[in-house]
């Protein structure tokens, strides 16, 4: 077992990184005197990754969409219970989530914490399918979907990311359609759980009260160690261009949503790591709440304090995006597009930049005082190559001169914006 | 660890209540106003701690303040609105990290303490013969108010459960949107704002809550200061209080019809309450009938007929009354109202084992133990609490939970009165 301590004297903190011999990397960071524990144990597989092969397979395969979703939904069972009713008996919350990039399942505990990680070890390393057991999902996630397609927020977000993507399967819809859905069954299901639910693509990250050699002890009894299959995930070829500038949708709603994002080619490792912190100080300076545009857009009327930026990235993608109320998104995209240019040419506000910088520091230094945002950057930094105080080096360490540099990068024309309208009366 | 609430009154009907906690690398001070729910009032009200936390004397422009606020390292200063049964609360907050952490050295803790109370007691005004709040400001942000209340349409769970909620509490306080409402949010000048604010000062029940690693005797200095100029002024303080309504003698059932894919249900259920094991005995309840994913309803309304993606029941304490909501397809719904009520009706009978109000326990024992670990919801932990009169730690709470049986959840179910019944529905194809 290897293990690696990572610590940073900026913040006077540490936590463990163990490569264990079951092939599954485990995060764990003991937090003195909190009362609960956090523990996720996600794979790296989320809705992008539908075209893949392992060295068992022949070729690649596509599967349908939505599927790692599904897949999500029916660890849940086993032959005997679910999941659900182990957790009952230790009063744990327990949840999953699926998102673009990775699966996570994950329970929050402030007591019983080894049975609790006993039951979350075994239900996902144990797979159960039946057809009828698969058939009887759909109804629930039928129902998924379609509160989705009723939430205004998230149809502006995913058809903006429809309008910038040709092909990068983050244009897809995480839990799929209704007819992609009716597609899956259980050969389906397992071949990605083979796939996908390897220990050498997963990692265990745990926050908080819980004891490390008692959770050492368990991962060694517990883990079923397994090969690596050297898999491959593959994204299509992706036009450097958006694919369609606007897209509208109308839906009930109260005013005009809107996303905009920009476009750029997908990072990796520390790279993408530093451009998404970099980049998210240059939005926050130009257009975040300390900034001219945001003063006067607010005074104008043309935005109100819904409006967030914010840098999206992840496996295979990477984007900008600003988001918001208006009534007059086409202006407000405009603006956006004045203002970054104008930085370009003229220089960030000094001022600004600084105190965005130190905001963001602040923003890193907040994740240490929550267990379960501790255990999910760990999980994410894993996921990207990092360990998760090269945040708080890279935002600590960050000069004006790298930031007006990244900021040259930015091509402001090359952008999309989504909004979702309210149905006419 | 169990987290001991320091109170004392600094003025009259104003405490200052404050946990210090070494486990924490943030602070967060909120002063919390709390003045009965009134549809005339509720708007002005609600207006006030969103301008509040915007600026103050000192950084007159919102940019200005947030670059201010930036340069402490993320300090948040920000606003709630809220109901509590038949109370409006509202809040301004500063959260900020401890001084330990910043990279030059800079004192956080004190200029976060000073800006929070320079936005309540000096906030920007024009003088003059009509002295007011900055009249630019104040129509921002009625705008921003009116936006916020039409946004409810856009959660159409949130849409859906204060619909219910406002027929369930009819003609009582409970009823009243605490953002209040459009129309009074127009009618609102700067003059009209300023004097609800002077209002607020002198009549509200106002808390102090401080909760962080800091010992927060700086703040306590600067509270009691200004809390103290107001001491002539506050003669008569508001009484904030809920009262239990009696169920309606017919269940008020409605639909609403908007262009939706999914139809959202809510049925609303109500009781009378008495005392503290009462109270333990309806959380208990609601925990094994639609709180938990192991519970009655999710097990069977999701998990076995698979009609629904969520289905859940949360009780407001307040007002002793339970909310179940649902989303389903339109012609299902029959089918899940039959089921909601008849999970109800076992509940009443008694059928379910010692485990289940076993388990139905460790989950709350599991979720209140948890509120320790954060500064959000120890604060929210202490406003509830003051409000009810029960200042109690959430350990101290949980040892209300020890004698609950098995017939005290069976009573408390069997006194559950079915009163609303909500459907907010797709229009139909022919209907388009």
């Known amino acids: 077992m290897e293990k690696n301590i990572v610590k940073n004297k900026r913040v006077r903190e540490e936590y463990k990184i163990i490569k264990h011999p079951s092939g599954l990397t485990i995060c764990l960071y003991p937090m003195k005197g909190f009362a609960s524990a956090y523990a996720l144990f996600a794979a790296k597989y989320g809705s992008v990754d539908t075209t893949f092969k392992t060295n068992e397979d022949g070729d690649f395969v596509t599967v349908p969409e939505g599927i790692a979703h599904y897949l999500e939904h029916k660890l849940f069972e086993n032959d005997e219970c679910d999941a659900f009713q182990l957790y009952a008996r230790t009063g744990a919350n327990a949840n999953a989530y699926t998102s673009f990039d990775k699966t996570a399942y994950l329970f929050s505990c402030s007591q019983k914490f080894e049975e609790n990680l006993e039951i979350l070890l075994n239900f996902v390393q144990e797979p159960y399918f039946t057809d009828e057991s698969v058939e009887k999902e759909q109804g629930i996630i039928a129902q998924e979907i379609k509160m989705y397609k009723d939430d205004p927020d998230w149809r502006v977000f995913m058809n903006g990311l429809q309008a910038l993507y040709h092909n990068n399967p983050v244009r897809i819809d995480i839990a799929g359609t209704a007819e992609s859905i009716a597609k899956i069954d259980k050969d389906l299901l397992y071949r990605c759980y083979k796939t996908f639910y390897n220990l050498n693509n997963m990692v265990l990250s745990i926050a908080g009260n819980f004891d490390v050699e008692k959770t050492l002890e368990i991962c060694d009894r517990l883990l079923k160690p397994t090969a690596d299959l050297g898999l491959e995930a593959v994204f299509p070829e992706e036009p450097a261009e958006v694919k369609t500038h606007e897209t509208v949708q109308k839906l009930t709603c109260s005013m005009p949503l809107f996303n905009i994002f920009f476009k750029f080619p997908a990072f990796s490792g520390r790279e993408n790591t530093e451009k998404y912190i970099i980049y998210n100080i240059i939005l926050e300076t130009v257009l975040g709440k300390t900034s001219a545009f945001y003063e006067k857009a607010l005074n104008d009327g043309i935005i109100n304090n819904d409006f967030a930026v914010s840098a999206l990235n992840g496996r295979g993608f990477f984007a900008l995006s600003a988001s918001g109320e208006s009534k007059d998104p086409r202006r407000v995209l405009a603006e956006i597009k004045k203002a970054l240019k104008n930085a370009k040419e003229n220089g960030l506000p000094e001022k600004e930049f ?72 | 660890m169990d987290n001991h609430l320091k109170r004392q009154e600094i003025a009259a009907g104003v405490h200052f209540n404050s946990v210090t906690d070494k486990r924490y690398k943030f602070n967060r001070i909120t002063v919390g106003f709390f003045v009965p729910l009134d549809e005339e009032k509720a708007s002005l009200y609600a207006l ?23 340069s402490l390292y993320n300090a948040k200063c920000d606003f709630e609105v809220e109901s509590l049964g038949d109370t409006q609360f509202l809040a301004v907050s500063m959260k900020f990290m401890d001084d330990g952490y910043a990279l030059h050295g800079e004192k956080i803790t004190e200029e976060a303490a000073m800006a929070i109370f320079d936005c309540v007691f000096r906030p920007v005004i ?31 769970r949130f849409y859906a459960a204060n619909k219910a909620k406002r027929i369930l509490f009819e003609n009582e306080p409970a009823a009243v949107n605490p953002l209040g409402n459009v129309e009074k949010t127009r009618e609102i000048t700067p003059q009209s704002l300023f004097a609800a604010y002077k209002e607020l000062l002198k009549s509200a029940v106002i808390e102090t809550v401080s909760v962080g690693c800091n010992d927060f005797r700086s703040a306590l200095k600067i509270a009691e200061t200004e809390f103290s100029k107001l001491a002539s002024e506050r003669k008569n303080i508001a009484i904030c209080q809920s009262a239990y309504s009696k169920a309606k003698s017919k269940t008020a059932e409605k639909t609403e019809r908007l262009p939706l894919n999914q139809s959202n249900m809510v049925l609303g259920f109500k009781t009378a309450l008495s005392g503290n094991s009462e109270k333990a005995a309806l959380t208990l309840m609601s925990n094994l009938y639609g709180g938990t994913i192991s519970s009655k309803l999710f097990l069977n309304v999701r998990e076995k007929l698979s009609l629904c993606y969520f289905c859940w029941s949360r009780v407001n304490k307040y007002k002793g009354a339970i909310l179940v909501s649902c989303g389903v397809e339109e012609e299902n719904i029959e089918k899940a109202k039959a089921e909601i009520l008849l999970q109800l009706e076992n509940v009443k009978k008694g059928d379910f084992t010692d485990d289940d109000l076993k388990y139905a326990l460790l989950y709350e024992q599991n979720n209140v133990k948890t509120v320790n670990d954060s500064l959000n919801s120890l604060t929210w932990w202490y406003f509830t609490r003051i409000y009810t009169k029960e200042i109690k730690s959430p350990e101290e709470y949980l040892k209300d939970f020890e004698n609950i049986k098995r017939d005290d959840v069976m009573s408390v179910a069997g006194s559950m009165i079915f009163d609303t019944f909500y459907v907010l529905s797709g229009i139909e194809e022919n209907e388009k």
């Open chain 1, 354 to 425: 600084e105190n965005v910088r130190k905001m963001t520091y602040g923003e890193f230094v907040a994740v240490l005082g929550s267990v379960s945002s501790t255990a999910t950057f760990m999980m994410d930094a894993y996921f990207q190559g990092n360990n998760m105080f090269d945040m708080f080096e890279i935002t600590a360490n960050l000069t004006y001169k790298d930031a007006m540099k990244l900021l040259a990068e930015l091509d402001e024309e090359n952008a999309c914006i989504s909004i979702v309208e309210p149905m006419e009366e």
């Open chain 2, 48 to 70: 006030l701690p969103r301008l509040l936390c915007r600026t103050n004397a000192r950084y007159t422009s919102a940019a200005q303040f947030s670059n201010y606020l930036a």
């Open chain 2, 126 to 156: 024009e003088k003059g013969e009509n002295s007011g709040f900055c009249a630019a400001d104040v129509e921002i942000l009625k705008q921003h108010q009116i936006e916020a209340i039409e946004a409810e349409i856009n959660d159409k």
